[in-house]
């Protein structure tokens, strides 16, 4: 030790401090947490991240390249998804949800206007090929997440255009048709082949696809509209709702006339419905049972009802009455709810002696779809759907499936989510390897979080065009988010079980035991003096830090 | 007196001038505030410490906290101290310099009352900082002039039966030019006054109330939210007295019941029988009660 001036007994330059750390009977740790908005996703959607960099640094561009890192269709699921993400999102228990659905059509609008191309996950090139079979959400969304990831696929269409249900089953109210084209045209420049016009089991037999690919992803869909079998369903102005929806899709509307009664309760039916008040018709939609029993989407109803389509609960069809072959009215027979059936909703029991007549010019049965299996034999299938295990293997060797072919009847998200997931069981299978992915960190809830730190705010929402000006043509009805609201909306985000730089730790530690690493922007404890007291814990908002046992 | 930016004032600072391995407990609210004075105030800055926890668990030889310059005193002197550091600053005409003296609840408003007093009297340049625990916490949880009515120390087993030294008001009436109170939670707040403080020329003091786990019987997690909670209860209001006129007063708009903040605490407990609030609890409550009628929170 050099000699210390006269006085001075300590020498500040060598202390060397006592560590506190060895206090500790709790250690505080950093980790990150599922978002409830992530977990309640069909895709996983990363949107606690998307909404991060559009708070912090405006950057569309980044948004939109973590958006499409698991969802290619941002700008399609940005409308049409019934975003069960805002059910989830824990503003829910604070304020209102955050228009996460709003943001992500935003932000998929920008990468359209922009032209953003896809980033590849592994630049090298694998030599296996994969055949797709279906364009619609799910078969494109395989065929993405695989292409990302080096494989040669080809896309297999039996219709004349890619999107399927997207396309040819979605308005172009809810859905404008070029939005589609965009998206799927920068997924084929990832390099995915597409062939449209050729129907496998048809043009091309299943068993040379088979022979060909070292996969197949079967996105069929559930493209037959089922009817429910009652006389005078052959007559000339009846069609099933996808055959309406898809005529209406491709410029070929029907003549439909005055009246037009809608069969069923359902996202079709509800689509149809608003479709043929589009066409000039009046519009009444048959229900067998009650606006709560239906499956249609609350807000599809809502808007149906908003555009003065008439709803006729408990009432079930019987007859369709045709002068010649031509429709001219449909025998209803009322209904009473008894106690549910298998399906949980209430089953109708018809009443006898109460039969009355509809008139209508047209009717359209939206009362169900069902796959079509033409040419394509899959040995082992049970009921309407087709069967695949929990990595969506089908009982065939090599052949998966996904989409509403497999779940029955879903959304586009639940489809674009199981052709992500195929993907994943697709590169395992042919890596040799079991199912690889981790299982996902808890979920924060409402309850984890320190609502302390966040300011009540209200989401903004976006009032639909007038109902007069909607009826006039095909337009969408709700104007987009300004780029100044959507910045707002995303500071509104919660970033749950996510370290948004709030600063408590590092100012609240009595410790000094929370040091910035510069390097990473990031925080991490200093455990040489942490006395793991848990007071950061308690004080971070987002539930990002937990105290485990010190071992 | 010297002028600071708005954004000088907010902008909230952590440079670690008393820094890891000081021997304060778990979640302890005074090593907190005594962090964030030091960082606040900056490098050019001599500490003057009277005994205390303070004291104590910052500067045992050969490894204190303090990366600032820092001078012992007792008790009783620690304001004297600082006024003859201030006044020998001037007699070699050096500086400027930001000296502050700090002292815990005991020392301000007991033993060295008569030394603050003078030194807010003789006018000393100096910023006087209170971490007030509300009792003497490093001999043992003995009452002082700051345990609030119905707290339980070693020498009040059955609650104070006195109410708390208003130590702002009689700093105020000193005619020193800035007096302000803070609590933990809010380090922005916090930081901000003492930085507003040091602008002030002449003798000024700062109020910072400091939860003491230990001694208020609590976790050490809870510190911070105890403290927002003597807040948001009203017990404790957030202020400034700038030349005399009580300004800055922070509103408290969704006040909550006094039993919220009493119910975390040990040191209340016996307020409480069976779960049910005794008389004490509606005094304590009527205390609040004046505090918004006083400074209409």
């Keep these: 030790m050099d000699k210390l001036p006269l006085g001075l007994a300590l020498d500040l330059r060598r202390v060397v401090p006592y560590k506190t750390g060895s206090w500790r009977t709790m250690k505080p740790l950093y980790i990150m947490q599922t978002p409830p908005c992530t977990h309640s996703c069909p895709i996983n959607n990363d949107i ?10 405006q950057d569309y561009t980044e948004a939109w390249h973590i958006l499409t890192r698991t969802n290619p269709f941002p700008a399609t699921c940005g409308r049409v998804c019934p975003h069960p993400c805002e059910d989830g999102c824990n503003r829910r228990d604070f304020d209102t949800p955050l228009a996460i659905n709003s943001s992500e059509r935003s932000v998929g609008d920008y990468g359209l206007e922009h032209h953003l191309e896809h980033r590849k996950e592994v630049l090298a090139t694998r030599k296996e090929k994969v055949a797709v079979v279906g364009s619609g959400p799910a078969g494109l969304s395989c065929a993405f997440h695989l292409a990302k990831r080096g494989f040669a696929v080809k896309v297999f269409e039996a219709a004349r255009e890619p999107g399927g249900m ?31 016009n050729v129907k496998v089991g048809v043009n091309i037999p299943f068993d040379q696809l088979r022979h060909d690919y070292q996969a197949v992803f079967l996105g069929l869909g559930a493209q037959k509209g089922a009817t429910v079998g009652i006389p005078g369903e052959d007559a000339r102005n009846v069609f099933t709702g996808l055959e309406f929806l898809k005529a209406v899709n491709i410029g070929k509307a029907p003549e439909v006339g005055r009246n037009v009664v809608v069969v069923g309760g359902g996202n079709t039916a509800m689509d149809c419905a608003r479709v043929a008040k589009r066409l000039g018709a009046d519009v009444q ?27 006729r609960y408990h009432t079930n069809p019987i007859k369709i009455i045709t002068d010649e072959d031509k429709v001219v009215g ?8 008894k106690e549910a059936d298998a399906s949980g909703r209430a089953r109708p029991v018809p009443i006898p002696g109460s039969e009355s007549v509809i008139p209508a010019d047209t009717v359209i049965m939206a009362t169900g779809q069902e796959v079509d299996y033409d040419g394509i034999d899959l040995a082992k299938r049970e009921n309407r759907w087709i069967s695949a295990d929990e990595f969506l293997m089908t009982s065939v060797d090599r052949v998966f499936a996904g989409g509403d072919a497999v779940l029955g009847l879903e959304t586009v998200s639940a489809a674009i989510g199981q052709g992500l997931r195929a993907a994943t069981a697709i590169e395992d299978y042919l890596e040799g390897h079991v199912e690889s992915s981790l299982a996902s960190p808890p979920v924060v809830y409402f309850k984890d979080l320190n609502s302390y730190y966040y300011n009540r705010k209200k989401r903004i929402s976006k009032e639909a065009i007038p109902v007069h000006e909607r009826l006039k043509s095909f337009n969408e009805i709700y104007p987009p988010f300004d780029p100044g609201e959507i910045v707002q909306e995303a500071n509104r985000c919660f970033s749950c079980g996510l370290c948004f730089d709030c600063k408590n730790c590092l100012m609240y530690c009595p410790d000094n035991a929370v040091n910035l690493v510069p390097a990473t922007g990031r925080y991490e404890f200093d455990y040489d003096f942490c006395k793991g007291c848990g007071l950061c814990v308690r004080e971070c908002p987002c539930h990002y830090i937990q105290l485990t046992l010190e071992k | 007196m010297m002028e600071l930016h708005e954004e000088d004032l907010n902008r909230v600072e952590k440079k670690n001038l008393f820094a890891s391995g000081h021997r304060a407990c778990g979640g302890c609210g005074q090593a907190l505030a005594a ?29 204190p906290s303090w990366r600032i310059p820092f001078l012992h005193s007792l008790f009783e002197n ?22 502050i003296a700090m002292g815990g609840d005991g020392s301000t408003a007991d033993i060295g009352f008569q030394s603050i007093s003078g030194m807010f009297e003789r006018g000393h340049n100096v910023l006087y900082v209170c971490y007030d625990n509300e009792a003497y916490m490093n001999t043992g949880v003995q009452r002082s ?29 000193h005619g020193i030019p800035y007096v302000a109170t803070a609590t933990v939670d809010d380090y922005r707040d916090l930081q901000r006054k003492v930085k507003k403080a040091l602008t002030f020329e002449g003798p000024k003091y700062l109020h910072v109330l400091a ?87």
């Design chain 2, 78 to 99: 620690v304001s004297a101290v600082a006024s003859g550091v201030e006044a020998a600053y001037k007699a070699m005409n050096k500086g400027p310099v930001n000296i």
């Design chain 1, 330 to 337: 449909l025998l209803c027979v009322q209904m009473e709810l």
């Design chain 1, 48 to 57: 606690r991240g998307f909404l991060r960099v559009l708070a912090d640094k």
């Design chain 2, 35 to 63: 962090r964030l004075v030091a960082d606040a105030a900056g490098e050019n800055t001599i500490a003057c410490v009277a005994t205390g926890c303070l004291e104590i668990f910052s500067s045992p030889y050969p490894d």
């Design chain 1, 285 to 311: 939609i048959v229900y067998r049972r009650t606006r709560v029993e239906m499956p249609a989407i609350t807000a599809e109803i809502d808007e149906a009802m908003e555009e003065r389509i008439m709803f």
């Design chain 1, 166 to 196: 997207m396309r040819y089953g979605i308005p172009a109210y809810r859905l404008p048709k070029d939005v589609l084209q965009r998206e799927i045209e920068a997924i084929l420049k990832l390099g995915v082949e597409l062939e449209c």
């Design chain 2, 145 to 173: 002039s700051f345990t609030p009515y119905g707290a339980k120390t070693t020498t009040t087993p059955m609650g104070n039966p006195t109410r708390k030294k208003n130590l702002p008001m009689l700093a105020a009436v």
């Design chain 2, 211 to 297: 939860p003491c786990p230990l001694g208020w019987g609590h976790s050490g997690d809870l510190s911070v939210l105890i403290s927002r909670l003597a807040k948001d209860t009203c017990l404790f209001p957030v202020f400034e007295i700038i030349n005399g006129s009580v300004t800055n007063i922070q509103k408290v708009p969704h006040k909550k019941p006094v039993e919220e903040y009493l119910n975390l605490q040990a040191r209340f407990k016996h307020l409480f029988k069976k779960g049910e609030p005794t008389g004490m609890v509606a005094e304590i409550q009527e205390i609040a009660n004046q505090n918004i009628e006083r400074f209409n929170l």
